[in-house]
């Protein structure tokens, strides 16, 4: 078992940084592929970033590319997501997941352990 929490959330204006981070207990956590999803009201589920067990790949979805950062500290068990230039569409609760192996993996379906979810409102 893989306990993830989420932590960093909050209310930003347009244009703002937030840095969201996940502490992850239970496990070796440098076994574990990481992600990061997110999920507005009324939307599914949706791939936000991902990253593999030692950080030397990552993947982005379009929509946060070059906006957004994924990185980890395997020392300190944590995952993190900086966001800069938010928009408002950027709004909903980012969930990071991980998943055990080497892969880089967008599909949320792929991902065993999940955290409780942390609340990102971007005002416009």
């Known amino acids: 078992q893989v306990q993830l929490v989420e932590t960093g959330g909050g209310l930003v204006q347009a244009g703002g940084s937030l840095t969201l981070s996940c502490a992850a207990s239970?496990?070796?956590?440098?076994?574990?592929?990481m992600g990061w999803f997110r999920q507005a009201p009324g939307k599914e589920r949706e791939f936000v970033a991902a990253i593999s067990w030692n950080g030397g790949r990552t993947h982005y979805a379009d929509s946060v590319k070059d906006r957004f950062t994924i990185f980890r500290d395997n020392a300190k068990n944590t995952l993190y997501l900086q966001m800069n230039s938010l928009k408002p569409e950027d709004t909903a609760v980012y969930f990071c997941?991980?998943?055990?192996?080497?892969?880089?993996?967008?599909?949320?379906?792929?991902?065993?352990?999940w955290g409780q979810g942390t609340q990102v409102t971007v005002s416009s």
């Open positions: 997941a991980a998943r055990p192996g080497i892969l880089v993996v967008t599909t949320a379906a792929d991902y065993d352990y």
């Open positions: 239970g496990r070796t956590f440098s076994n574990y592929g």
